[in-house]
């Protein structure tokens, strides 16, 4: 089993940057692909970004390519979403995923484990 949970969501005017964290535990991650995904109000979970088990290949949204930023830290087992240039239509619950998987899903039915979500929200 696998323990997810996500720290750094808030409150951030538009045009700012956050940086939400996901830890893992009860497991490594170095063998698991990890992808963030994020569900707005009345709206589906949809994908942001993910990464891969070495971190050597990422994938983006297309809403979010440019401006948003997916890293980890297999030592410390730990993922990174940086969000820059931040918009009020990027306002969601942020939750990070994993899957003892080679590729990134895009998908929320290509991971087997979720933490509980941070609130992100961008005012106008």
């Known amino acids: 089993q696998v323990q997810l949970v996500e720290s750094g969501g808030g409150l951030v005017q538009a045009g700012g940057s956050l940086r939400v964290s996901c830890a893992a535990s009860?497991?490594?991650?170095?063998?698991?692909?990890m992808g963030w995904f994020r569900q707005a109000p009345g709206k589906e979970r949809e994908f942001v970004a993910g990464i891969r088990w070495s971190g050597a290949s990422t994938r983006y949204a297309d809403s979010v390519k440019g401006r948003f930023t997916i890293s980890r830290d297999n030592a410390k087992n730990t993922v990174y979403l940086q969000m820059n240039s931040l918009k009020p239509e990027d306002t969601a619950v942020y939750y990070c995923a994993a899957v003892r998987a080679w590729v990134v899903a895009v998908t929320p039915a290509g991971y087997d484990y979720w933490g509980q979500g941070t609130q992100v929200t961008v005012s106008s």
């Open positions: 009860g497991r490594t991650l170095s063998s698991y692909a």
